[in-house]
């Protein structure tokens, strides 16, 4: 247990949500400055300080933990018997999304004008008559046990830099050099030049991030900015910043040195500092944690042997609903509603802790972006079969053409161990059918042909029991769909060719898994088949490509909103094309692959700019095939046919964005 500290005669504070004047009450038990007891004369600032004191310095931050102590976050010093809590830091050390792969740097100035104090404090006229009753209980109620005698102010700067690359040697170099500039070492622009040789590394990438905390300055001078050369150029001027528009940041706090007041025993104040302090840890440790796993889910590409991003999921949410109980529990830790302070226990809660995972991050020169490689064929031959990426990391090819036979054949793809192996078989054979996995970690294949007829078949894949459950079918049957799982939970089946004239479709229907039943949605402004449909990270669908309702093959791309129900129009493909594979990669862009006549042509979309580019060319070119993102940040082409007499193919090929 911590050793009690008294409360001290004279002691400054930061300031909290309260904004403190001078002459109000403070009470050292609550932390509240409740009313005023004082009156007094207006101070000027004190002669003994003779001009601004100023620090500047920028350090490799290895820990969350030296992150809180460097921003000047104390746990001993907050809550309920301590001092206040600097909330704008702790929300702020949160934004930096601290993790264990990144390397981090903190660059801080400080800045402290002279304290201005008031003088001649008299006690108000409510405060005497409290005295003279000898009312000290409601004294300190009303007016604490202590009061504001100055005000201090200056400013904080706080920027954290987070450089993240496939080589940790590559951070350490630039977190090195952008350390040396910042403390004047090496010249201005060093870590921008060494940053740009990074990025244009064929065999490397990197990234940085910035999370800045500013307490002073005014218009210009405290505008938002997340540039590196303006985060340098604001540290280097902040104490003319902090002269001109100071920041008032402590309050110097005095007792009532003429008044007995009583404060909570020195066993209780030993309690719960200690209480509040392993909470603290507690809440640090998840947010790590945390941090951890979704930097896992964000960047697969760093790491070897993850697990499923199902489970990862699960972790995250978990660790997120830990944060907000244990800061719950410090809540009412520091508003003294437990009977005696007691540390955060999950299980109180109804919570517990997943199993803490060690993440293996990746030895060597990684697959360069924009490039392909082969990986083991699948077992046999097919085209028009449909190829989903499962939550659990594996790849299904499901159904379609066998040597001119439809088959329900299902053959499930390890991407990790670049294996395949026989899955259970679909209910019925499809071919020219969707596939999608959707977030409940099952697999559903929807629609296409079993025969002269295209079919509403509806079936369901879960790869925990291997097994097919039939469900309710779609109300329009039709073949050559697009069918996407967004991220709403629903999956939307999409245009296709019907049985009845005219049959180029643009007929849209969202299934719900939960509910197990099909709704009808805005239909598509372009009715068309054969084209790609793919939901992207930012929660919308897109439909690419196709042969329309004039037999045109076109390159039309058309967003679909599920929350709004609604229809936009973006840029058209480069190529236009039918039969192509679309897929949307964990980079947030989506990727247009191969297409009718053979085509090994690749193009990429950027939702946030609606532009296209070219890419590396499928080194097989191809059309009717499979094509999915993983959860390992690749993705995959399967079967289908090639340029060479419409041949049935069972190559395999991998694509690095």
């Known amino acids: ?160 830099f987070r450089l993240t690359s496939l080589k940790q040697q590559t951070q ?31 065999n490397d990438r990197a990234e940085v991030e910035i999370s800045f905390y500013q307490a002073a300055g005014s218009g210009i001078t405290s505008s938002i900015t997340l540039d590196v050369n303006d985060i340098l150029t604001r540290l280097k001027n902040f104490p003319a910043i902090a002269h001109d528009n100071p920041f008032p940041f402590k309050a110097e706090i005095a007792t009532y040195d003429t008044i007995p007041i009583p404060i909570p025993p020195p066993v209780e104040i030993e309690d ?64 003294g509603q437990f009977p005696t302070p007691e540390i955060f226990d999950p299980a109180k809660v109804g919570l517990t802790e997943p199993i803490p995972r060690q993440f293996k991050r990746k030895v060597g020169i990684l697959a360069a972006a924009n490039t392909w490689a082969a990986k083991t064929p699948m077992p046999a031959t097919r085209g028009t079969l449909g190829l989903a990426a499962a939550s659990n990391g594996k790849l299904y090819a499901i159904g379609g053409d066998a040597n001119f036979t439809i088959v329900a054949t299902v053959a499930e793809y ?42 509403s078949a509806v079936a369901e894949y879960d790869p925990v029991t291997n097994a097919w459950t039939t469900k309710a079918f779609m109300p329009t049957p039709r073949g050559g769909l697009g069918v996407a799982a967004a991220k709403n939970g629903k999956i939307y089946a999409v245009g296709g060719n019907g049985n009845d004239h005219p049959g180029i479709l643009n007929d849209v229907e969202e299934y719900d898994p939960a509910t197990n039943k099909w709704t009808r949605k805005a239909p598509m402004p372009t009715a068309r088949f054969l084209f790609g449909l793919a939901a992207a990270g930012n929660g919308k669908l897109y439909a690419v490509g196709g042969v329309d309702s004039n037999i045109h093959t076109v390159g039309v791309v058309e967003e679909y909103d599920p929350a709004t129900n609604s229809w936009a129009t973006k840029a058209p493909m480069l190529t236009p094309r039918s039969n192509l594979g679309l897929a949307a990669a964990s980079n947030g862009k989506l990727y247009a692959v191969g297409g009718a006549g053979g085509l090994d042509v690749v193009e990429e979309y950027d939702p946030a700019t609606n532009r296209w580019a070219s890419k590396t060319p499928m080194p097989t070119a191809r059309f009717q095939f499979g094509f999915a993102a993983a959860s390992n940040g690749r993705l995959y082409a399967a079967g289908g046919l090639s340029a060479v007499n419409d041949t049935r193919i069972a190559t395999l090929e991998e694509y690095t964005p």
């Open 1 to 160: 247990m911590p050793t009690t500290t008294p409360v001290d005669q004279v002691r400054l504070v930061d300031f909290t949500d309260a904004e403190p004047q001078t002459g109000m009450g403070f009470n050292s038990a609550t932390l509240v400055f409740p009313g005023t007891a004082l009156t007094f004369s207006p101070g000027s600032p004190d002669p003994a300080e003779t001009g601004q004191v100023v620090a500047a310095h920028a350090t490799i931050i290895n820990s969350h933990e030296e992150l809180m102590d460097r921003i000047g976050v104390s746990v001993a010093a907050s809550g309920r018997y301590g001092l206040a809590s600097a909330s704008a830091k702790v929300d702020f050390s949160k934004t930096t999304g601290f993790n264990s792969s990144s390397t981090f740097v903190l660059a801080e100035a400080s800045v402290r004008n002279p304290i201005v104090r008031g003088k001649d404090f008299r006690l108000t006229g409510t405060a005497s008559q409290l005295l003279t009753a000898v009312n000290l209980d409601g004294f300190k109620t009303a007016f604490g046990d202590s009061f504001v005698r100055g005000i201090k102010s200056g400013g904080e700067f706080f920027a954290v």
């Open 172 to 202: 350490q170099q630039l977190a090195s050099t952008l350390t040396a500039e910042i403390n004047g070492l090496i010249g201005a622009g060093s870590f921008s030049g060494a940053f740009n040789t990074a990025q244009q590394s064929e």
């Open 414 to 455: 390890d991407p990790s161990t670049n294996t395949w192996s026989a899955a259970a078989p679909m209910p019925f054979p499809l071919s020219g059918h969707g596939v999608a996995a959707a977030g409940n970690g099952k697999v559903y294949a929807i629609g296409g042909s079993s025969g002269e007829d295209n079919t």
């Open 272 to 335: 719960f500092i200690f209480s509040m302090s392993q909470d603290e840890k507690k809440k640090l440790d998840y947010v790590k944690r945390k941090n951890d796993v979704d930097l896992a889910l964000q960047h697969a590409e760093y790491f070897d042997d993850l697990p499923s991003p199902t489970d990862l999921g699960a972790d995250s949410e978990v660790y997120t609903q830990l944060i907000n109980a244990v800061m719950s529990h410090q809540v009412r830790l520091a508003k």
